[in-house]
């Protein structure tokens, strides 16, 4: 029965409970922060603020929930191309519309 | 002597035997394979989850430039409180949902079952609140469709969230963009709804299993899947809220 749990410990990695309170109070702190931003006057930079905090928060779910930052290169591969993937489309879309006659529907 | 090595090599084999349990498909190598394999699956299913949604955030991106007075007039109709409150609930769900992973892998059924039906119950709580928005939103005719109502963008004097946020009156071709925010936002929270319905129901069928006895006897894979499931139905989550009602909030 041990020999088979640290068989499982060596090929599998489980992230501990401690690692997971520490994630949860960095989001709610997050989380109070962007609530927080939002009432402060900043123009342009508010929704530059706004997307920031969440893209961390969104980050430290990928790496310690979602287990990225323990998984195998293929799993990091995956996830990256895919993000990669998701901003060269909104990057394209984003450059066509620009570049025709903007505003004028 | 040659009777204690027969005993350790007997030993050694009932040890092998171990090494390869029952939920193990033969078509794999090993145990780690397998759990590989699954979870590569997992991520190509939710990379797929995250292009659909992309979809979404670049139209609201195109049409909240275009139509920007609107955008503004129309996100300050939203309740920061109820926001922030739910994403509150969602990030909790995500830990106790974490803390269920946690549990399978250590084999602790009352341990898993306990964050199974927390996750479930603040899963519920987030819906409620979802249906409390929904409501105020229905009750004041902003839903788009033939019932749709412009007074709180033409005369946001009259009207207790425009005026708390200071909103100027719109000329009329640019409040009657207001209706394709509130459509992008009803088809944003309303696809995120769907999934956490799917997750809920999926969460009574995994406590309903794992009463049983089930994932918490070495094959996590299907709490560890619905995990990552659940965690990036939070992370859209959290971009709906910074978009939808925060970024708007002081101009």
């Not at chain 2, 670049?58 to 109820?82: E, M």
């Not at chain 2, 994403?87 to 803390?99: D, E």
């Not at chain 2, 089930?214 to 859209?236: M, P």
Request: net charge negative.
């Amino acid at each position: 029965m041990t020999d088979q749990k640290e068989m499982e410990a060596a090929s599998h990695h489980v992230v501990s409970p401690k690692i997971y309170v520490i994630i949860l109070l960095a989001l709610i702190l997050g989380t109070a922060a962007t609530v927080w931003a939002s009432f402060l006057e900043l123009g342009p930079w508010n929704p530059v603020i706004a997307l920031a905090i969440a893209t961390g928060k969104a980050m430290l779910v990928v790496l310690f929930f979602m287990h990225v930052k323990y998984s195998s290169k293929l799993t990091k591969l995956t996830v990256f191309a895919g993000i990669f993937t998701l901003f060269t489309l909104i990057g394209m879309t984003l450059a066509d519309y620009f570049s025709r006659a903007w505003g004028q529907w | 002597m040659s009777d204690s090595t027969a005993i350790v090599h007997g030993a050694h084999e009932a040890d092998a035997h171990e090494e390869h349990p029952a939920y193990l498909r033969h078509h794999f190598e090993n145990v780690e394979q397998q759990a590989d394999a699954a979870g590569f699956a997992m991520w190509l299913f939710l990379l797929t989850e995250v292009m659909f949604f992309g979809g979404l955030f670049t139209a609201y991106l195109i049409y909240r430039n275009w139509y920007y007075p609107a955008f503004v007039a129309a996100s300050h109709q939203l309740s920061v409180v109820w926001g922030t409150t739910n994403t509150a609930v969602l990030i909790f769900s995500s830990f106790t949902m974490a803390m269920g992973v946690w549990c399978a892998e250590t084999r602790r059924r009352k341990g898993l079952i306990l964050s199974l039906c927390l996750t479930f119950l603040l899963g519920l709580v987030f819906l409620g609140i979802k249906t409390i928005e929904y409501g105020e939103k229905i009750e004041k005719h902003h839903v788009p469709g033939f019932h749709y109502n412009l007074s709180s963008f033409l005369d946001p004097d009259n009207d207790a969230a425009a005026k708390a946020a200071n909103d100027k009156p719109l000329p009329l071709d640019m409040a009657r963009h207001t209706e394709v925010y509130f459509s992008l936002y009803f088809a944003m929270t309303g696809m995120h709804a769907l999934h956490m319905i799917i997750g809920i129901a999926i969460l009574g069928y995994m406590i309903f299993r794992a009463r049983a006895g089930a994932y918490t006897t070495g094959h996590v894979t299907f709490v560890e899947n619905f995990g990552l499931y659940w965690h990036f139905v939070d992370i859209v989550w959290i971009y709906l809220f910074a978009l939808l009602y925060l970024i708007s909030r002081h101009q």
